[in-house]
């Protein structure tokens, strides 16, 4: 059974800082990772997908990477603003699965 | 192109009453997923429908059924409701299962 987990839970940082948010998964046969935004309160927002044979993914000041051997992936934004203050969750799909697998998200708050 | 839609956008119900929740895939796919997602945590699988077939169940009891219709639309309904279905559901569509998902605003069900 696949398990996502999310470290850390909450972060707050200023602004302009670069930062990591982490996601681990447990089982490496994963058919693909994918990270979302989420504003209180509302939907997801699906921010990058890396594919099983790719180790990362960039758009703008995001970039995503992924490590199956070691069932990690990191979320990577640079020059953080106030606008980037959300819940990151990242989502596994395994090989012949149907359902993502959720993280429980990290808390990001970005202080002007 | 339109994105995903649900309706209502919020709904209060009784214990025990039974609620449809409604979504609309974006043009051109032709998967939706349901989600449900308790409080500070991260969306939890419910069902996949694909071409008007269930692909896919979570760990949901049976009162937790779905419909996809002609046109990719989707139901989740709910019957029995109980107080711990208090939560945000969530609809993604798709084009074909395993592939990236995008997530529609949710409906937030409160049972009292």
């Known amino acids: 059974k696949q398990e996502v987990t999310q470290i850390p839970a909450a972060l707050s940082v200023p602004e302009g800082e670069n930062l990591v948010l982490n996601c681990s998964f447990t089982d490496s046969a994963i058919y693909n990772l994918q990270w979302f935004r989420q504003d209180p309160g509302k939907g997801l927002t699906s921010l990058l997908l890396?594919?099983?044979?790719?180790r990362e993914q960039t758009s703008g000041r995001l970039n995503a990477s992924l490590d199956k051997s070691s069932g990690r992936s990191t979320l990577y934004i640079a020059a953080s603003q106030p606008g980037d203050s959300a819940t990151y969750l990242c989502?596994?799909?395994?090989?012949?699965?149907?359902?993502?697998?959720f993280g429980k998200g990290t808390k990001l708050t970005v202080n002007p | 192109e339109t994105g995903v839609t649900q309706s209502p956008t919020h709904l209060i119900k009784t214990r025990g009453q039974q609620v449809t929740l409604r979504c609309s895939s974006q043009s051109g796919h032709n998967t939706v997923s349901w989600y449900q997602q308790a409080l500070g945590q991260g969306p939890q699988f419910i069902f996949q429908?694909?071409?008007?077939?269930?692909?896919g169940r979570g760990n949901f009891p049976p009162r937790f059924s779905g419909l996809q219709f002609p046109n990719y639309s989707s139901e989740l309904n709910v019957n029995a409701l109980e107080l711990d279905d208090s939560a945000l559901y969530l609809c993604?569509?798709?084009?074909?299962?395993?592939?990236?998902?995008?997530f529609g605003p949710g409906t937030r069900l409160t049972v009292t």
């Open positions: 890396i594919q099983s044979s790719q």
């Open positions: 993604a569509s798709s084009l074909g299962t395993g592939n990236e998902q995008y």
């Open positions: 429908y694909y071409r008007e077939e269930e692909n």
């Open positions: 989502a596994a799909v395994q090989g012949g699965s149907e359902k993502l697998v």
